[in-house]
């Protein structure tokens, strides 16, 4: 198998999975997907910014503590690449959900995440989220 596909069969799932787990309030995924070795680095959605994984994890815990009740979680890979150790997939993460105890209602989320090769598996080590209208096709 090509880096690219080998890259992409675990990427797919293990993005999802993470979303998935996210969009109900367990940060479990996210958190063992993510490299712990600095550095890493954050652009969240919600204005959260931060560096070094001491930052990382409590922040990954505290946006999980704010969402609930998510499900119809999709993440659309638009583009991926795989160069030596170090790899980038961009996608869109939609899913039905609250926020803060809100009404559910549909989110988009356009994530660009970059990955780092540790000790033989693909560690995330920085992410930049933005929301986007749940309504905006993925090829726009």
Do not use: C, N
């Not at 919600?46 to 560096?51: D, L, M």
């Not at 690449?81 to 170090?86: N, T, Y």
Request: aromatic share 8%; no cysteine.
């Amino acid at each position: 198998m090509d880096p690219q596909d080998e890259f992409l069969s675990w990427a797919g799932p293990a993005l999802h999975a993470a979303e998935a787990a996210l969009a109900v309030g367990d940060p479990s995924h996210r958190i063992a997907m993510w490299s712990h070795r600095d550095p890493v680095s954050l652009f969240g959605a919600v204005g959260v910014s931060a560096t070094g994984w001491d930052r990382l994890e409590p922040t990954f815990r505290r946006v999980a503590a704010r969402l609930a009740g998510g499900h119809d979680v999709t993440v659309e890979l638009m583009a991926s690449d795989v160069v030596g150790d170090m790899a980038y997939t961009a996608a869109v993460v939609r899913f039905v959900g609250t926020i803060d105890g809100g009404e559910p209602r549909p989110f988009a989320l356009r994530a660009t995440s970059v990955f780092r090769r540790e000790d033989g598996e693909w560690k995330v080590i920085h992410e930049h989220t933005d929301f986007t209208s749940p309504d905006t096709p993925t090829d726009s």
